[in-house]
C-alpha cells in the first residue's frame, strides 16, 4: 500500500524558510516521479514542484520559481521542498504526489497519482 506523509509545514512570517520533507513507501521508487502541489484557502489545487525518480530533472511553477527547490535523496523515496522568500500567497495547504508519470503530476490528472495527507504551510505579512 502507498503510503505519503508530508512533515515541515508551519507558521513562517512573510521573507521567512521553511522545509518541506515527503517520505514514501509501498512501492518500487525507480520509475516513480514525486512532487508538490498545493491549494489555498477558496482556491483551486495548483501544481507547486516535480522531480524525476532519479532526481536528475525537475520543474517548479512559475509562482515559486527562484524562492522554491524540489530535490530527492538518493534512495528515491525521500523528497524535500525547500522554500525561501516565502510570501503571504503561498499560504495553503501542500501536498506529496507521487506517480508513473511527472506530466501527471505538473497537470494535476488525479487518477494518475498518489497523494498525501498534507501538511499546513501559513505566510503572516
Known amino acids: 500500500q502507498v503510503q505519503l506523509v508530508e512533515s515541515g509545514g508551519g507558521l513562517v512570517q512573510a521573507g521567512g524558510s521553511l522545509k518541506l520533507s515527503c517520505a514514501a513507501s509501498?512501492?518500487?521508487?525507480?520509475?516513480?516521479?514525486m512532487g508538490w502541489l498545493r491549494q489555498a484557502p477558496g482556491k483551486e489545487r495548483e501544481f507547486v514542484a516535480a522531480?524525476?525518480?532519479?532526481?536528475?530533472?525537475?520543474n517548479h511553477a512559475d509562482s515559486v520559481k527562484g524562492r522554491f527547490t524540489i530535490s530527492r535523496d538518493n534512495a528515491g523515496n525521500i523528497i524535500t521542498l525547500q522554500m525561501n522568500d516565502l510570501l503571504p500567497e503561498d499560504t495553503a495547504v501542500y501536498y506529496c504526489?507521487?506517480?508513473?508519470?511527472?506530466?501527471?503530476?505538473?497537470?494535476?490528472?488525479?487518477?494518475?497519482?498518489?497523494r498525501g495527507k498534507g501538511t499546513e504551510v501559513t505566510v503572516s505579512s
Open positions: 504526489a507521487l506517480s508513473r508519470s511527472m506530466g501527471a503530476i505538473q497537470t494535476l490528472r488525479d487518477n494518475l497519482f498518489y
Open positions: 509501498g512501492v518500487p521508487f525507480s520509475g516513480y516521479a
Open positions: 522531480v524525476t525518480w532519479a532526481g536528475i530533472g525537475a
